[in-house]
């Protein structure tokens, strides 16, 4: 539907339907699966989600969007106030004007430089942002244990001032200076309100400041960490309660101090030891219930008895990173979970967490199961340190060069190992009642965006080749489809957790004199939505990948065609299984 002038009132689209706004008014637009293209006019409020796309390269935006369950905010121009992205929903903020955007947990928005934030930008715990150093405005952490926070632009010796004012800061909250090089890097306060950070540009070596500014920052306290240059942060760890033991005894995790023995397993020699605790580390988790299990925060539950008779003796709660102990090797829990008698538990919305850290990466004893003791991998900061500066222990660690014992996620070995603990189930008492099977899917729903938001279906399809009619002009499409993770559709003990949509084999572009061989997503530097893989001949995508199309389209439209190697099968969301009860 094409509005070029007037007004529409309560348009929805459904199935990938989508509104071109030129000019005049659409309000109250509801958008489940397809959005709206916006090149002017005006769009009064609106619900986007279950893929449906808001596309602003001009106009306004005035009454209060809500971005939920998989919808997108696309902003590259024009002017943007009272965006709500709510658990699954994100926005790529590429240009324009935006006011006032509330992200709440499972959240996410990224503000690129030539946006401008000319209001604030609201975090809840749960949701992530990332802005640049130029974005102006005001985010407001909402409480301390918001660590969403990633301030990007700022690896060379430009645009180090942060113009964004950061409120609501406390002892536990968290900034990622995304690529600022932390070997020597000093700070200081310049005033109460103002931290100024002197590092060293990582490809240069030149000096240069970047400076925050944090309201009360000093009365506080900053703390300065080591984020391993913009990683994940992946938080390995014991829930309170938790027994370890030690020469005196079981003692609960929470009050293990520094200096405190530990029993170690020197499983080499099949011997126990003692060690000393060097650290210990306090925490605190808010679940981001849109995001899958295993990334949500969500501990795990091992039930007593789940491995074997007496272990563990009770239930053991721990979070999904952690590893388990099993003939000399380390194997995260969220691959052994079975949803019966390993399962994440869902009652807890928040909790504290703990670690204990040895002299040297150990296998030590929790509720009687063989666990680790803490490596800091770079997470360290995931943790509450106590005073108003963290003072970190040593170089960064790996599990290569420092691990108590090797990592093990390869499927040959946990596979067996996650069936044996699944047959276990008549030996526990408390198991969990199965869930209702998931519903899987082969049809991918593949379709093309094209740069300016227009939606193209498959004008045909014989077998495995798929072809699509392009208009003249057409810049670059995106290549959309459902996705599913390997880890959900096949097992948890598969470590393979990235959202794959289609495998793309060959692309051309075809016109009624030419073939042309669309090769970017073939070539080492893939453009955005593109997995790196050894193939030469093909690669997957992350279910919205793009695909440039030089000037090959310039003045002429024409046949794009491409082998789909791979896809599927998917999880049927229960977003898409609404949108299925609405049209039977």
Sequence with gaps: MEVDGGTVTDATTHDYGNVTLISGTVNNLSATGGGITMT???????????????????????????????????????????????????????????????????????????????????????????????????????????????????????????????????????????????????????????????????????????????????????????????????????????????????????DIQIGDQVVTFDWKNNKEITRPVVWVGKAHAM??????????????????????????????????????????????????????????????????????????????????????????????????????????????????????????????????????LEARENSVTGCQISADQAVMVTDSNLHLVTQAGAVIRPVRQDGQRYSFMLPANTQSVRIVSRTSRPADVIGPFVDDRRQMGVAVADVHFITAKHLHAITAHLQAEKPEGWHDTDWTDCAWTNGNAVLPMGNFTKGKMGLLSMTIRAAGPYLLHEADKQVQVLSA
């Excluded at 990173?321 to 000399?328: A, S, V």
């Excluded at 829990?333 to 504290?352: A, T």
């Excluded at 063989?370 to 003072?391: C, H, I, M, P």
């Excluded at 970190?392 to 014992?405: I, K, P, Y």
């Design 40 to 254: 002017g006019g005006t769009l009064s409020g609106g619900t986007f989600q279950s893929g449906a796309t808001m596309t602003v390269s001009a106009g306004t935006v005035d009454g209060i969007i809500n971005i939920n369950n998989n919808g997108h905010a696309n902003v590259s121009g024009g002017t943007v106030s009272d965006i709500n992205i709510a658990s699954g929903g994100s926005g790529a903020i590429t240009g324009g004007s935006v006011a006032d955007v509330t992200v709440s947990s499972g959240g996410t928005v990224n503000f690129s430089s030539g946006a401008t934030l000319t209001d604030t930008l609201t975090l809840s715990s749960g949701a992530t942002a990332s802005i640049t150093g130029n974005t102006g405005g005001t985010v407001d952490l909402g409480d301390g244990y918001t660590s969403g926070l990633t301030i990007t632009g700022l690896n060379t010796s430009t645009d180090t001032n942060v113009t964004t004012t950061i409120n609501g800061w406390t002892k536990d909250s968290q900034i990622d200076l995304q690529y600022v090089t932390f070997d020597n890097a000093k700070w200081v306060y310049s005033d109460k309100n103002t931290v100024a950070i002197t590092t060293k540009d990582a490809t240069t070596g030149d000096t240069y400041t970047v400076t925050l500014n944090i309201p009360n920052v000093e009365e506080t306290g900053f703390n300065l960490v080591n984020d391993n240059q913009g990683g994940i942060t992946i938080v390995t760890c014991f829930l309170a309660d938790s027994m370890i033991c030690t020469p005196n005894g079981d003692v609960a995790v929470e």
């Design 287 to 420: 679940v981001r219930a849109g995001l899958p299990d295993d990334e949500a925060g969500y501990p795990v539950r091992i039930l007593k008895d789940a491995i074997a008779d007496g272990v563990p003796y009770k239930d053991m709660l721990i979070t999904a990173e952690h590893c388990l102990f099993f003939d000399g090797k380390f194997v995260p829990v969220r691959m052994l979970v079975n949803g019966v008698s390993i399962f994440y538990d869902k009652s807890f919305l928040s909790y504290d967490y703990y670690h204990v850290e040895t002299a040297q990466h150990s296998v030590i004893t929790a509720d009687g199961m063989l666990t680790e003791s803490y490596l800091d991998t770079g997470n360290r900061r995931a943790f509450r340190q106590e005073g108003k500066v963290a003072t970190l222990r040593g170089a960064v660690q790996s599990w290569v060069e420092d691990a108590g014992a090797p990592l093990c996620v390869d499927r040959a070995f946990v596979e067996p190992l996650f069936h044996k």
